[in-house]
């Protein structure tokens, strides 16, 4: 193709042909084909993109045309896939044209490369199932992480809750281990002032000041203030 695809523009004359009215038939307009049913059988002639085309791909995919080439899309020998044909209809030349206008120019630059629409609608819908069919892996891989994940985490709970008691338990112990012991030592200690006490009445019979505690922790007297009766 030798001139540009937005050299090739047409102007959509909406008057009927000279020879229409003259009454030719061979001017007559052909019947309209049904678009709709034309863009289904497009779909339905075109396979679905497999799951197991991505077994390898990559799930943090941010290229789409790594997905397409995974799932095997490439453009056709006359370079048309329907994003070529986005990018036209997005181009400065025909962008703020009305859709008609737009349209017809795409057309004309498919005729004139010889790529049928058909080729163009096929490469959308195999592209779009493509697409599907990633997201429903991608889906998956995540619900799959997640119950794995779930699941490790309820391993980790009960390891946390295990350990926890066991800890709750030494604690515990250490804390019963306390009590005994001061138990024991407060015992001891009204035995010691008992003690204390026979010791500081046998000795007020000889000191006037009497240099044993008889309550609470012992303390050393001060040597001034014991004498001898």
């Known amino acids: 193709m030798s001139k540009k695809w937005y ?50 791909t990559p799930a943090n995919l941010t290229s789409f045309n790594e997905i397409y080439d995974a799932a095997e899309i490439h453009p056709p020998a006359h370079g048309f896939t329907i994003l070529k044909v986005g990018e ?41 199932r493509a697409l599907d069919t990633f997201e429903r892996v991608q889906e998956k891989a995540v619900g799959d992480l997640e119950a794995r994940k779930t699941q490790e985490n309820q391993q980790i709970q009960a390891e946390m809750d295990r350990v926890t008691a066991e800890y709750r338990a030494r604690i515990e112990a250490n804390n019963d281990a306390i009590s005994k012991e001061k138990e024991r030592f407060f015992a001891w200690r009204i035995k010691k002032q008992e003690e204390e006490q026979k010791i500081s009445d046998a000795v007020s019979y000889f000191v006037t000041v009497n240099p044993i505690t008889t309550a609470g922790s012992a303390a050393a007297p001060a040597p001034s203030n014991t004498s001898v009766k």
């Open 88 to 128: 036209m209809l997005r181009s400065e030349h025909i962008r703020n044209l009305p859709k008609e206008v737009k349209r017809s120019s795409v057309l004309v630059a498919l005729e004139a490369a010889g790529a049928p629409l058909e080729d163009v609608i096929q490469d959308a819908v195999r592209r779009d």
């Open 7 to 56: 050299n090739l523009f047409v102007s959509v004359d909406p008057r009927p042909q000279e020879s229409a009215e003259a009454g030719d038939p061979s001017a007559e307009s052909p019947p309209p084909v049904n678009a709709a049913q034309a863009i289904a059988d497009i779909a339905a002639s075109t396979a679905v993109v497999p799951a197991s085309q991505f077994a390898s």
